[in-house]
């Protein structure tokens, strides 16, 4: 007998608990597989391509009771080629039919243990989706977190699939902490309606990627005063952001105070556009740590988050006239807690920079995007 094997099985959890051992350790021996396997499947990653058909896992999982807690934190839906198990490359192929009904086998048999559910339409056809989405409604008892991300225009047409996320809202309002939404069409008025009942949201990420539909701010007065809870919220539009959005988020937020993060991703436009009502929300956020804004920023918008965020770790800018930035940040106090500045940029750095963010004692790591556009060189500091 090895050293390693006389260690209790509490100590060799927490070893296997490091990322990617699971994977290797559940595959050692029956005592190492039992300890590994609970741990491997806190974070499944479910494949068309059966990832159990040498591991008895299906046998494991029907031989389970009602009483065993295995809960899988999170069920990523994506398609993959058979024989690329250990790659990371996905393909866009669409999954067949015995794919698509390994998943739901699979899934069936994890359900009532899901606790974060993670699908793309990335290689599977809208009423595989649908299919996917009924059988969690009949399976999953406490969803916490979901992410579904559809940029197949098709999947929109679906009814069945329309009608699946909106069950899906309304049945788990009382316990979504999360909802992400990666999306190439707007949200339908009836699945606002019904994620305004997750009264418990914690976390609202929405992602919107045709630039012909804007964001509403109509569709915030009906969500946003219900989401006491929320404390980050994340909005990517590739539209130039309106005075009317900025507004309505200070408005409706029925407890800005609580926000910790927030994220605009919005095209640079004119800052008089927004900029009062960008500092009066901020002045409502008292409390961010992390605050990602790529927007046109002035010296004056630099000025207010530096006065009003003692809190921050984190800010990402985007700046098209570098001067304000730079003198935003050299001239101001910042608070103590400022660990990173993001900065994209389409001019060149001022031989002060660097020193302007540091008249701390503590490092700050500024990372300076040469280029607005994304992709753009990266120069690094610490």
């Given at each position: 007998?090895?050293?390693?094997?006389?260690?209790?099985?509490?100590?060799?959890?927490?070893?296997?608990?490091?990322?990617?051992?699971?994977?290797?350790?559940?595959?050692?021996?029956?005592?190492?597989?039992?300890?590994?396997?609970?741990i491997?499947?806190?974070?499944?990653?479910?494949?068309?391509?059966?990832?159990?058909?040498?591991?008895?896992?299906?046998?494991?999982?029907?031989?389970?009771?009602?009483?065993?807690?295995?809960?899988?934190?999170?069920?990523d839906?994506?398609?993959?080629?058979?024989?690329?198990?250990?790659?990371?490359v996905?393909?866009?192929?669409?999954?067949?039919?015995?794919?698509?009904?390994?998943?739901?086998?699979?899934?069936?048999?994890?359900?009532?243990?899901?606790?974060?559910l993670?699908?793309?339409?990335?290689?599977?056809?809208?009423?595989?989706?649908?299919?996917?989405?009924?059988?969690?409604?009949?399976?999953?008892r406490?969803?916490?977190?979901?992410?579904?991300?559809?940029?197949?225009?098709?999947?929109?047409?679906?009814?069945?699939?329309?009608?699946?996320?909106?069950?899906?809202?309304?049945?788990?309002?009382?316990?979504?902490?999360?909802?992400?939404?990666?999306?190439?069409?707007?949200?339908?008025?009836?699945?606002?309606?019904?994620?305004a009942?997750?009264?418990?949201?914690?976390?609202?990420?929405?992602?919107?990627?045709?630039?012909?539909?804007?964001?509403?701010?109509?569709i915030?007065?009906?969500?946003?005063?219900?989401?006491?809870?929320?404390?980050e919220?994340?909005?990517?539009?590739?539209r130039?952001?309106?005075?009317?959005?900025?507004?309505?988020?200070?408005?409706?937020?029925?407890?800005?105070?609580?926000l910790?993060?927030?994220?605009?991703?919005?095209?640079?436009?004119?800052?008089?556009?927004?900029?009062?009502?960008?500092?009066?929300?901020?002045?409502?956020?008292?409390?961010?740590?992390?605050?990602?804004?790529?927007l046109?920023?002035?010296?004056?918008?630099?000025?207010?988050?530096?006065?009003?965020?003692?809190?921050?770790?984190?800010?990402?800018?985007?700046c098209?006239?570098?001067?304000?930035?730079?003198?935003?940040?050299?001239?101001?106090?910042?608070g103590?807690a400022?660990?990173?500045?993001n900065?994209?940029?389409?001019?060149?750095?001022?031989?002060?920079?660097?020193?302007?963010?540091?008249?701390?004692?503590?490092?700050?790591?500024?990372?300076?995007?040469?280029?607005?556009?994304?992709g753009?060189?990266?120069?690094?500091?610490?």
């Amino acid at each position: 007998m090895s050293h390693i094997d006389v260690l209790p099985a509490e100590i060799l959890a927490h070893i296997f608990s490091h990322e990617g051992l699971a994977d290797i350790t559940r595959q050692v021996c029956s005592r190492w597989r039992g300890i590994a396997l609970p741990i491997w499947l806190r974070r499944l990653s479910l494949l068309p391509s059966d990832p159990f058909k040498d591991l008895g896992m299906l046998t494991y999982l029907q031989s389970l009771s009602d009483h065993d807690r295995l809960y899988v934190r999170a069920l990523d839906i994506t398609s993959r080629r058979e024989g690329d198990v250990n790659s990371s490359v996905f393909y866009t192929e669409i999954a067949d039919q015995a794919c698509v009904q390994n998943v739901l086998n699979i899934q069936s048999l994890l359900g009532p243990r899901i606790v974060e559910l993670a699908i793309t339409d990335t290689g599977w056809a809208s009423s595989s989706i649908a299919d996917i989405l009924n059988m969690n409604l009949l399976t999953t008892r406490h969803l916490h977190h979901f992410q579904i991300s559809l940029y197949d225009v098709d999947s929109f047409d679906l009814l069945d699939l329309a009608h699946a996320l909106t069950q899906l809202y309304r049945r788990d309002a009382v316990h979504l902490k999360s909802i992400a939404l990666d999306l190439a069409q707007p949200v339908a008025r009836e699945q606002w309606l019904a994620m305004a009942e997750c009264t418990e949201l914690q976390r609202c990420h929405l992602g919107l990627y045709r630039s012909t539909e804007p964001v509403l701010a109509e569709i915030f007065e009906l969500v946003l005063p219900r989401w006491e809870a929320l404390t980050e919220l994340y909005i990517c539009q590739p539209r130039p952001l309106s005075a009317d959005v900025v507004g309505c988020l200070h408005r409706h937020l029925p407890r800005p105070d609580r926000l910790r993060e927030l994220h605009l991703i919005f095209e640079a436009c004119q800052a008089s556009l927004y900029e009062q009502e960008f500092i009066d929300m901020i002045h409502a956020m008292p409390g961010l740590q992390t605050l990602e804004a790529h927007l046109d920023w002035t010296n004056r918008m630099m000025e207010h988050v530096a006065m009003t965020l003692p809190d921050l770790r984190e800010l990402s800018v985007t700046c098209s006239n570098l001067s304000f930035t730079c003198a935003g940040i050299q001239y101001m106090v910042w608070g103590q807690a400022l660990e990173k500045v993001n900065m994209r940029t389409s001019g060149k750095i001022w031989s002060g920079f660097l020193d302007a963010v540091r008249k701390r004692s503590r490092r700050v790591k500024i990372l300076v995007y040469g280029s607005m556009k994304w992709g753009g060189a990266v120069d690094e500091w610490e």
